[in-house]
Nanobody, 112 residues
Framework: QVQLVESGGGLVQPGGSLRLSCAASGSIASRNVMGWYRQAPGKERGLVALTGSGGATNYADSVKGRFTISRDNAKNTVYLQMNGLKPEDTAVYYC??????WGQGTQVTVSS
């Protein structure tokens, strides 16, 4: 059974930074695509960023240049460094591992 444990969410002022972490345990291949999605109140869950085992990345247009996704294959851990945070980044952030494994979600609130 696969378990995903997220950490790093919280409250930050506009322009601030946060780093999310997601550690996977259980029967999971280190080569799987890993990443982050987010869901704001009243909106559907949407892609933030994905990364393949070789380091290839894919970002939502809204976060390009501000967010950076990375991974440690040896630890089955994926990270999301979020800089220049905006109020519209406020959402619950979910860790994802292919094919269909999800974390419990961590709240990120950007507000002054």
């Amino acid at each position: 059974q696969v378990q995903l444990v997220e950490s790093g969410g919280g409250l930050v002022q506009p322009g601030g930074s946060l780093r999310l972490s997601c550690a996977a345990s259980g029967s999971i291949a280190s080569r799987n695509v890993m990443g982050w999605y987010r869901q704001a109140p009243g909106k559907e869950r949407g892609l933030v960023a994905l990364t393949g085992s070789g380091g290839a990345t894919n970002y939502a247009d809204s976060v390009k240049g501000r967010f950076t996704i990375s991974r440690d294959n040896a630890k089955n851990t994926v990270y999301l460094q979020m800089n220049g945070l905006k109020p519209e980044d406020t959402a619950v952030y979910y860790c994802y591992i292919y094919p269909n494994y999800w974390g419990q979600g961590t709240q990120v609130t950007v507000s002054s």
